[in-house]
C-alpha cells in the first residue's frame, strides 16, 4: 500500500476518533450571559405570526408522538423533539447558551431555579384559555402561584420497581441500602444516576429531610449510598425500568410511570413506594426566554392543545403518569384514577417529599455524589 | 491584489494558508485560551462564570477525590495501550508479510469498524456483556459451561475491553506504516551475521518500529485517558474516570470554573507526558 494512501487512512480514522469523542465541555457562551428581557418584552403585536416549527425540549418517551401530527393537522405548526435525562442535564445546556427550544420540561425544584434566573418567559394566559381544565391544586402550585410562567405537565412518585415474579414487594428502602448477597437482586438492581434523586432515597432511608443542607446528615447519606455499592449492577436514568422488564435486573429506583410503560413488555413490572416515603414531582411545560415572540406563540398554542380533555387524556394513556388536568381526569376513568401506582392513595400521598432547590449546597451534593460514583 | 499574488510566492503562500490559519486560530486557539481564563474564575451560581479571579479551582483539583480519579484514568489508560501495543504489533508484522493486494484489503477490514458510530458500537457490547441477560453469559450458561453469570459488565474489564477494541485499529496503523517501510535487506544482514530471530527483532526490527509504536502508543493513551462514553456505559456508571468528572462539572454541578480547571490540568500533563515520551523514545531510536 502506499504510503501516501495510508496516511489519508491515518487522518480518517484520528478524524472520525475526534467526530465520535464526545464534545469536551459546551460551547463557550458570553461569559456575562445577558439576561433575556423575559419579563419586560412588550406585549405580542397583534401581528406575530406563529413559528411554523417549534423545537420540544422534553424527557424521553414523555409525550405520544401522535399528539404532533394531531396538532400539526390542526395548525400547520410542526413540534419537533429533543430528550434530556435530567433536569440538571438540560439546564446546563440552557446555560450554555442553547437557543433553539420553544418549549422545555423541567420539574417543581428546576423551574423555581429558572424563575430565579429569569430564565423563562412570561406565559400569555389569554393564549391558553385551556388553564381552567387544570385541576385546583395545579393552578397555584408552591414554586409558581398562579402559572405565571409553566403549566403542570404530568406528575408522579420515585421509589422502586421491581420483578413481581422473581421477588416480593420490597417495603423498605433497606432492600437497596442494607445489600445482602444472599438476596435475589444482589447485583442486579440500579440507582437513578441523578445526585438529587439518589440522596433523596438514602435521606428518606435516614428519616431526615431530602432538601437538608445539613452537611452532617449529608455525610451520612453519602456512607448509606457508598454502602448500597456493591449490591447495584450501575447507575441509571434512562433504562432503568426496561432492564427490570428485560430480566437484567430485580429491582430499580425509578419513577413510577417509566415502571407501568414497562408492564407492557413483563406483567410482571410492579412498583412499589417503599414505606419510609419517596419523592413525589411535578413536570411543568415552560418556555425559555430565549424564544423569539413567533416561537412563543406557537409554544402557547401547544400548551394549550395539550390541556385539551381529550389530549390530556392522551397523555396519561401514553406515559403511565397522573394527570394535572381535571378535564382529562373525568376521561380517564374509574380504573386509570384508582390505580394506586398512579395515584397514590392519601397515606401513601403524606408521606411523599418534594425536592426543593439547595442554592449554593448544589455543588456540596454533586461532589458528595461523585465521591460515591468514584468510591 | 492579483498582481501581489502573482509576483510574490511568499504572498502567495500565506493568502493559501490563511484559510486553515484563521480557521485553527478561531476554533481551536480561541476555545483554550476561554478554558484557560474561566479556570481562574469564579462559579455562577447555576452555571456560566462571574469575572472574579479564584486561583481555588485548582487547589480543589489536588483534593484526593480528584486526584485518585486521575491516577485510576492515567492507570486505564496505560493498561489499554499496552494490551492495544501487544495485541497490534503482531498483527501489524503479520500484515507487512502479506502479498501487496492482500495488504490493502486487511487495511480496509480494520477500518471497518469505523464505518459505525462509537457510541452505537459500545451499546453494541452491551448486548454481548450483560450479566444476565448478555449473549455471553446466556450461551455459557445454557452450554453448562458456567454455573453463575461472569462478572463481565460494569467494572474495570469491560471499560478497557470496550477502550481496546475502539482504539486497536489506531494503534495498528503506525506499526504497521513503521514496519512496511523497513528496508528487508537490513534483517537478512542481520542474519547473515548470525543474529538469532530473537536478536534480529530485538536490535532491527523493534528499534526501527519504534517511531510507529511512539505514534500508536500516543494515538491510543491520549483518547483513552479522557473517555467519557466507554466508562458510562460499560462501566455502568459505577465508576469515573476523569472524562466523566469534567463532564459532570458542566452537565450537573454547573462549575464551569472548576471543570475548566481539571481540562487544563489534564492538558499539562498530557502535553508533558508527550513530550517526554517522545523525547526519550526518539532518543532510543535514533529518530525517525
Known amino acids: ?375 | 491584489m492579483q498582481e501581489l499574488l502573482r509576483r510574490n510566492p511568499a504572498a502567495r503562500a500565506w493568502a493559501l494558508i490563511m484559510p486553515s490559519l484563521v480557521f485553527l486560530l478561531v476554533f481551536f486557539v480561541a476555545p483554550l485560551f476561554i478554558v484557560l481564563i474561566y479556570s481562574f474564575l469564579t462559579r455562577g451560581k447555576y452555571g456560566g462564570v462571574v469575572w472574579q479571579f479564584n486561583p481555588e479551582n485548582f487547589q480543589r483539583a489536588l483534593d484526593p477525590l480528584y486526584f485518585s480519579t486521575f491516577l485510576r484514568s492515567i492507570y486505564i489508560a496505560v493498561v489499554t495501550t499496552l494490551i492495544c501495543l501487544v495485541l497490534g504489533y503482531p498483527l501489524a508484522y503479520w500484515i507487512t508479510t502479506r502479498p501487496p493486494g492482500q495488504r490493502n484489503l486487511l487495511m480496509l477490514a480494520l477500518m471497518i469498524p469505523f464505518w459505525t458510530n462509537f457510541l452505537i458500537r459500545t451499546y453494541a457490547w452491551l448486548t454481548l456483556l450483560r450479566t444476565n441477560t448478555g449473549l455471553i453469559n446466556v450461551s455459557l450458561m445454557s452450554l453448562g459451561v458456567i454455573k453463575k453469570p461472569l462478572p463481565l459488565f460494569a467494572n474495570d474489564f469491560a471499560i478497557i475491553l470496550g477502550l481496546v477494541y475502539g482504539w486497536l485499529p489506531v494503534m495498528v496503523l503506525p506499526i504497521y506504516a513503521a514496519l512496511e517501510r523497513l528496508d528487508k535487506s537490513l534483517i537478512e544482514a542481520a542474519q547473515d551475521l548470525y543474529a538469532t530471530n530473537r536478536h534480529v527483532f530485538l536490535r532491527v526490527i523493534w528499534p526501527l518500529s519504534l517511531p510507529g509504536v511512539v505514534a500508536g502508543s500516543m494515538l491510543v493513551f491520549i483518547p483513552a485517558i479522557g473517555s467519557f462514553v466507554t466508562p458510562a456505559i460499560l462501566g455502568g456508571g459505577k465508576s469515573l474516570m476523569i472524562g466523566n468528572i469534567i463532564s459532570n462539572q458542566f452537565l450537573a454541578a454547573h462549575d464551569w470554573p472548576f471543570g475548566s480547571a481539571l481540562s487544563t490540568l489534564m492538558m499539562l500533563v498530557m502535553l508533558l507526558g508527550t513530550l517526554i515520551y517522545f523525547r526519550s523514545a526518539l532518543r532510543e531510536g535514533g529518530g525517525v
Open chain 1, 1 to 375: 500500500m502506499s504510503r501516501s494512501l495510508l496516511f489519508v487512512m491515518l487522518v480518517a480514522v484520528v478524524l472520525v476518533a475526534v467526530a465520535c469523542a464526545p464534545p469536551p465541555a459546551p460551547a463557550p457562551a458570553p461569559a456575562q450571559p445577558e439576561q433575556p428581557a423575559a419579563a419586560e418584552q412588550p406585549p405580542a403585536a397583534p401581528e406575530v405570526q406563529p413559528a411554523s416549527e417549534i423545537v420540544l425540549y422534553n424527557w424521553s418517551e414523555y409525550i405520544d408522538p401522535e399528539i404532533y401530527t394531531q396538532f400539526k393537522e390542526l395548525t400547520g405548526i410542526d413540534v419537533l423533539e429533543d430528550n434530556f435525562s435530567s433536569n440538571e442535564e438540560m439546564l446546563a445546556k440552557l446555560q450554555g447558551g442553547a437557543s433553539g427550544y420553544a418549549l422545555i420540561v423541567p420539574s417543581d425544584y428546576t423551574v423555581a431555579i429558572m424563575i430565579e434566573e429569569g430564565m423563562l418567559h412570561k406565559l400569555d394566559h389569554d393564549n391558553i384559555p385551556n388553564l381552567v381544565n387544570l385541576s385546583e391544586r395545579f393552578r397555584n402550585v408552591p414554586y409558581d402561584p398562579g402559572n405565571v410562567y409553566c403549566v403542570p405537565y404530568q406528575w408522579g412518585t420515585t421509589g422502586i420497581g421491581y420483578d413481581s415474579a422473581v421477588i416480593d414487594a420490597p417495603t423498605s428502602w433497606a432492600a437497596i441500602f442494607e445489600p445482602d448477597p444472599n438476596t435475589p437482586w444482589y447485583g442486579r438492581t440500579t440507582m437513578l444516576d441523578d445526585p438529587r434523586e439518589s440522596f433523596a432515597a438514602a435521606l428518606t432511608y435516614l428519616g431526615y429531610d431530602i432538601n437538608t443542607t445539613d452537611e452532617k446528615q449529608l455525610q451520612e447519606a453519602k456512607e448509606v449510598l457508598i454502602r448500597a455499592k456493591p449490591g447495584l449492577s450501575g447507575y441509571d436514568s434512562d433504562t432503568f425500568e426496561d432492564l427490570v422488564a428485560s430480566g437484567e435486573n430485580v429491582m430499580a429506583h425509578g419513577w413510577n410511570g417509566d415502571f407501568l410503560v414497562a408492564q407492557e413488555d413483563n406483567e410482571n413490572v410492579a412498583y412499589v413506594v417503599p414505606e419510609e416515603g419517596g419523592v413525589v414531582w411535578v413536570d411543568n411545560i415552560c418556555i425559555p426566554a430565549t424564544a423569539t415572540p413567533e416561537q412563543k406563540l406557537a409554544a402557547e398554542m401547544f400548551i394549550n392543545y395539550l390541556l385539551e380533555p381529550e389530549v390530556g387524556a392522551q397523555l396519561s394513556e401514553y406515559n403511565y403518569y397522573a394527570s394535572p388536568n381535571a378535564a382529562a381526569e373525568e376521561i380517564l376513568g374509574e380504573e386509570f384514577l384508582g390505580d394506586p401506582t398512579i395515584y397514590p392513595p392519601p397515606e401513601v400521598l403524606e408521606k411523599l417529599q418534594y425536592i426543593e432547590p439547595v442554592g449554593e449546597m448544589e455543588s456540596l451534593y454533586q461532589r458528595l455524589w461523585d465521591e460515591v460514583k468514584s468510591s
